[in-house]
């Protein structure tokens, strides 16, 4: 029996020292930029593990940045907003909120986690018609409701749910997790690595590596043929479905009350989808929808303003019209070597455009000239005009963009 015991009393040291030494590793390399109590140049200063797995690193970067405000939205946010330089220019503590393919409910859940931080006051907004679409899922399968500091009524989370206690063992024992600390070191000089700044931003540094290979017309042939097919499999929709029993608007409504009744600066805007995107929304037939869905949103804050005559707006702009940003030329097929100046792809555009969009909405200086024609500010008075001015903006893109818009019909055929 004593044998017995201290075979057992071994094992049981054994891997509590496994565990304890694989947790020293993690929390040294960390993998998904959660610690950052080191970090050197070629051993762990990119984080490319982080691309995967944001929803828990985001998560748990709030809770340590405690930000005062937050860039809020999808993708398009992740790598179109530089909290480091609006940080510095407003002097604020600012944080990259922004999850890849996160629907509105998913974002308002960010709201509150941000705010449950005790510090948030200002939030910029950036809309996707895509994010309300409730013939999608609400929730994308790595969202943990758990992992939030509060639940969705509000009420705290306990610190120890089970959810959490997964996530800790994920981050600092899991064996996937030892691997990909040996990979983020092996990956360090790869021209391919995507990496998150400690403030959630997405610097791309990856971008111009993989543009070289095939040039960027083929970058939006890519993204337009994965639109065609999505948007042509499911149409449009903000109505309640079973996995959205109350529809979507109601979390866009929410979101507005949420930052009314907590003080919180509310900034918001929808994005400048290239040109091609917005071709693609007709050819598609969610056009209607999508006049549909900023009539809406128009209409709750409108309300809110009504409710709160004496207090500060909440103003909403508009950049998906068309500009001489939004109508950027794609280079033509057998043109691997020029550069777009404003877009990775007709879905993302690049840092500088969310550059001019906050120079455009909160008329600051401009280090270089923004159209006037890019982004509008919207209310009940000005909608309907500014509808019809982006129709008409579009007949002269098409004239304009002759070559761009046979590709187009060819894509729509083959898809």
């Known amino acids: 029996m004593p044998g017995n015991k201290r075979y057992v009393t071994t094992v049981c040291a054994m891997v509590v020292l496994v565990a304890a030494l694989a947790a020293a590793a993690n929390v040294v390399v960390d993998p998904y930029g959660i610690f950052?109590?080191?970090?050197?140049?070629?051993?762990?200063?990119?984080?490319?593990?982080?691309?995967?797995?944001?929803?828990?690193?985001?998560?748990?970067?709030?809770?340590?940045?405690?930000?005062?405000?937050?860039?809020?939205?999808?993708?398009?946010?992740?790598?179109g907003f530089d909290p480091h330089l609006a940080s510095q220019y407003f002097d604020r503590?600012?944080?990259?909120?922004?999850?890849?393919?996160?629907?509105?409910?998913?974002?308002?859940?960010?709201?509150?986690?941000?705010?449950?931080?005790?510090?948030?006051?200002r939030v910029l907004l950036a809309l996707d018609v895509f994010s309300f679409n409730t013939?999608?899922?609400?929730?994308?399968?790595?969202?943990?409701?758990?992992?939030?500091?509060?639940?969705?009524?509000?009420?705290?989370?306990?610190?120890?749910?089970?959810e959490r206690v997964r996530d800790l063992h994920h981050i600092l024992v899991a064996l996937p997790t030892v691997m990909k600390s040996m990979t983020t070191i092996a990956d360090q000089e790869e021209g391919w690595v995507s990496t998150r700044t400690a403030l959630g931003f997405?610097?791309?540094?990856?971008?111009?590596?993989?543009?070289?290979?095939?040039?960027?017309?083929?970058?939006?042939?890519?993204?337009?043929?994965?639109y065609v097919r999505r948007l042509r499999r499911r149409a449009m929709n903000f109505s309640p479905t079973a996995k959205w029993p109350q529809g979507s608007m109601i979390y866009f409504s929410k979101i507005v009350e949420f930052c009314r009744r907590n003080n919180i600066q509310l900034d918001l805007m929808i994005h400048p989808y290239h040109a091609q995107v917005m071709e693609i929304m007709h050819e598609t037939g969610i056009w209607p929808a999508f006049e549909t869905w900023k009539?809406?949103?128009t209409a709750v804050l409108a309300a809110d303003t009504t409710i709160n005559p004496d207090r500060p707006k909440f103003e909403l702009w508009d950049f998906s019209g068309y500009s001489p940003i939004t109508t950027e030329t794609v280079p033509p097929a057998d043109d691997i070597e020029s550069k777009m100046r404003w877009y990775w792809e007709s879905s993302h555009y690049k840092s500088e455009v969310g550059i001019m969009i906050g120079r455009r909405m909160y008329r600051l200086p401009k280090e270089y000239l923004v159209p006037d024609s890019f982004g509008v500010a919207l209310n009940t008075g000005n909608l309907e005009a500014h509808l019809k001015a982006i129709l008409d903006g579009r007949e002269i893109y098409r004239r304009a963009h002759r070559r761009e818009m046979r590709e187009l019909n060819e894509l729509f055929v083959q898809e």
């Open 295 to 297: 009539r809406q949103l």
């Open 135 to 162: 013939n999608t899922g609400r929730t994308t399968t790595s969202f943990t409701e758990g992992r939030l500091l509060v639940r969705a009524d509000g009420t705290p989370t306990s610190n120890w749910n089970l």
């Open 202 to 226: 997405n610097p791309m540094i990856e971008g111009d590596y993989f543009l070289k290979k095939a040039g960027y017309h083929d970058s939006f042939a890519r993204k337009n043929s994965n």
């Open 36 to 79: 950052r109590l080191v970090e050197l140049s070629g051993f762990n200063s990119l984080k490319p593990q982080a691309q995967t797995n944001l929803r828990l690193v985001k998560a748990y970067n709030i809770r340590k940045v405690q930000p005062d405000g937050i860039f809020l939205g999808n993708s398009r946010v992740d790598q």
């Open 93 to 121: 503590n600012i944080y990259n909120a922004g999850l890849p393919g996160s629907s509105i409910y998913e974002l308002y859940r960010y709201l509150q986690h941000t705010h449950a931080t005790g510090s948030l006051n």
